[in-house]
């Protein structure tokens, strides 16, 4: 972008005192205020600048730069960012909701928890500056501009119906961002991290996810014609079948091999029971990581302490099964009994167990031996609950932090002391839900049931 093709453009520093006036006056401006004016900093030199907090919200920022800027926690929704500069910016936690970042440069750009949702991302074209200071595209040619993400952190960011397309997001990480109904139409995630991502319903046609890792991700309804998976990492992806079928996974990393020692499934429980009665001095530990036990029957089996990190248990029967201190991270545990199974202390972060039966649960502390006064604590964050029947399980003490409980049985559920740090309790069933000093800063509770918090009791 420049006064001619192939220069850039000559942004002028702002001062501190100048930026406290354009401030104040696109304050008023929110707030309809006479001497109000919306705040115009295109082409203007921020960068370095600490703007965290601040309220830009559609403030036009049209080809500033911001590079190496904080705006931590800043209001930039509605706001034109069209081919601003902003690699290395700091924008953790920003509100970036519809904003115009149209050809903006995010190299290595920090959006941790930012929300981006319905924000426009795809490509841009270069412009130039006309002498009264508008911007304008090139008048007998046009020349594309692309978005840039690449190695940008955005982990657990918000970019629901965000528009991406051909966006260059290579390297990116996406770890726990929303991306529901995202359009990633022919945009570049290889090598990505996307780990634990709700792509639900988002539009990937034709992208390129070879080399990115998506293990726990969440693909049900998304459009998968034509986008490339060649050494993809998909080991605990959730696909519903429909999509599944309909996506081509050749060269995909799909699950592993049960044992490469050639053992059965039999044979691996048999020793790792008596690996856990022995106190590990005999038999030999269990590691199921990666495997497809989808629908299998592990009713009553002993697994604590066992490795099934991205395991896929979809629709199997661990009804009374022992998985305390279990490591059960991303695993797919959609429709899985786990009635009356003990979890005590084991770790489920980030794992799938939507729609699973999980009545009279034990998923509270454990003592360590070593330290009898000492609490281990169930690790269910970022967990999906959604549709899950927990009634009368024990949840005490559990560490919840994001974890999903939409629509979730709570009847009789036992929450004492537990982390509930932003959590979504919406539409849950929560009658005799006990919550007694748990932490529930944050907390989304839309149409749930007759909950009552500590906090709130009084209502």
Known sequence: MGGEIGRGPDRSRISVAELQGVLSRHQAFLRCQAGGARANLKLRDLSHMDLSGFDLSDADLSGAKLFGTRLEGANLSGAT???ADLRLANMEGADLRKADLRGACLRGAVLTEAILSDSDLRDGTIMHVRKNGDIAAHEFETVSVNTELSVATIRAADLSRAKISNAFVMQTDLTDAILR??????????????????????????????????????????????????????????????????????????????SSDGRSLEQILADHKVWVDSQGRDGIRADLSGVDLSGRDLSGQTLSAA??????????????????????????????????????????????CSGAILVRADLGPVHIQSNATRLWPANLNRVRFDGADLGAANLRKAKATQAVFTRANLIRTDMTGAELISADLSGAICTQLTLDEANTTDLRHTGAKDLILPELDDL
């Open 81 to 83: 960012l069209y081919a």
């Open 307 to 352: 490795m099934l990190h991205r395991t896929m248990l979809r629709g199997a029967d661990l009804s009374g099964a022992t998985m305390a201190m279990a490591d059960l991270s991303l695993a797919d545990l959609r429709e899985a009994d786990l009635t009356a199974a003990d979890m005590r202390g084991a770790s489920l972060e980030r794992a799938t």
């Open 181 to 258: 109904g995202t359009k990633f139409v022919r945009a570049n995630l290889s090598n990505s991290n996307l780990t634990g991502c709700d792509l639900t319903g988002a539009d990937l046609r034709e992208a390129n996810l070879s080399g990115a890792r998506l293990s726990g991700a969440n693909l049900t309804g998304a459009e998968l014609n034509a986008t490339r998976f060649l050494g993809a990492d998909l080991i605990g992806v959730i696909m519903d079948d429909v999509t599944r079928r309909a996506a081509n996974l050749d060269g995909a990393i799909l699950s592993r091999e049960l």
